[in-house]
């Protein structure tokens, strides 16, 4: 029986058959140790030597051809480099540390010591360490103090995952007093009545809530507005005013009452009104303009002895 080429080869070098490698020139893993196999493919029994430790969770390791001819040469590989620039590009996924969780174990022990239940949480220039993407995250606090009068913490930050070491960063910021205010929810024109459902109640950072900032839904709900308003933007009270039950040139009951006397007649109001307030109503038989008081939709009181006034 004749034999091939290859099978005279493997015949001949049977050893270098087995170990005929090829460089992985991009990489994945997910392990805290680098393995041969990790870096060359075709490693044989030789794939799961440790080499050493892995990049950090996101974080690459660059193995050039010096240190890969190295590699194969110590553990009995054939390899040689094509060019001098062949390497193995190694990365190892990671995702950060949320500041959220932070946040919420930081207040947690905060309100043990002290800090204000509406108080808002600054972390300046926040570093979040990153983690191994799969990996179960457990955070802890070392050394937490807190100035209460001037607001300020410091504590070292302990990150545990599996698949690498334990980090400890150090971490500072502010405790900041908030205010309650309430934001329009949508854009509100001039002249709108406001609803429940165009506003919402939350808390920002009192510094930054101007002095007559409407704090309660009572204090809005039911008034209108004397000036747009822009969705996320703090409702202003001085923006507000009752709005009107009596409109300008609408047609209106005007009545008169005494004691054993009642009359109403027919009217026309000549300017806006809320509820409450006066404005200037002509009588549509005499024509006389008089002074009266809004009193509910489309109606007016006219006084006893009202003088009539000049248009």
Same mark, same amino acid.
């Given at each position: 029986?004749?034999? /091939? ?10 050893? &270098?058959? $087995? ?14 140790? =680098? ?31 010096? $240190?890969?001819?190295? =590699? ?6 054939? &390899? ?13 996924? !990671? ?45 802890? =606090?070392? !050394? ?38 309430? @934001? ?17 109640? /939350? ?15 009572? *204090? @809005? %709900?039911?008034? *209108? ?31 008169? +009452? ?22 200037? @109503? +002509?009588?549509? +038989?005499?024509?006389? @303009?008089? +002074? ?14 009202? %003088?009539?006034?000049?248009?």
């Amino acid at each position: 029986m004749k034999l /091939t080429l290859a099978a005279l080869l493997l015949l001949a070098c049977p050893a &270098w058959a $087995q170990e005929m490698v090829t460089v992985k020139p991009a990489v994945i893993i997910d392990t805290p140790t =680098l393995r041969l196999g990790d870096i060359f493919a075709g490693a044989g029994a030789r794939a799961e030597v440790v080499v050493g430790t892995s990049p950090a969770p996101g974080r690459r390791l660059v193995v050039e051809a010096a $240190q890969l001819s190295a =590699l194969a040469r110590m553990h009995g590989l054939t &390899w040689r480099p094509l060019t001098a620039g062949e390497r193995s590009i190694i990365e190892r996924p !990671g995702r950060p540390v949320p500041q959220d969780e932070v946040l919420e174990l930081l207040r947690g022990d905060l309100l043990r010591l002290g800090m204000p239940a509406e108080s808002e949480l600054e972390l300046p220039n926040f570093a979040a360490p990153v983690v191994p993407v799969a990996a179960l995250l457990n955070l802890g =606090l070392e !050394g937490l103090v807190f100035d209460a009068a001037q607001g300020r913490f410091a504590a070292t930050l302990v990150v545990m995952a599996e698949g690498m070491p334990s980090q400890r960063l150090r971490i500072a910021g502010r405790a900041l007093a908030t205010a309650p205010v309430v @934001v329009a929810m949508r854009r509100l024109g001039l002249g709108d009545v406001i609803r429940p459902s165009d506003i919402r109640v /939350t808390r920002l950072r009192a510094d930054r809530v101007r002095p007559g900032a409407a704090e309660t839904a009572d *204090q @809005v %709900v039911g008034q *209108q507005l004397r000036r747009p308003m822009t969705e996320g933007l703090p409702v202003m009270t001085g923006d507000l005013g009752p709005p009107p039950v009596v409109a300008k040139n609408a047609l209106v009951v005007m009545t008169l +009452e005494a004691p054993g006397l009642s009359l109403t007649m027919q009217g026309r109001a000549l300017a806006d009104a809320p509820q409450g307030a006066l404005l200037r @109503v +002509e009588n549509l +038989e005499s024509h006389a @303009v008089v +002074e009266a008081q809004a009193i509910a939709p489309g109606r007016v009181r006219v006084a006893i002895g009202a %003088v009539p006034v000049i248009r």
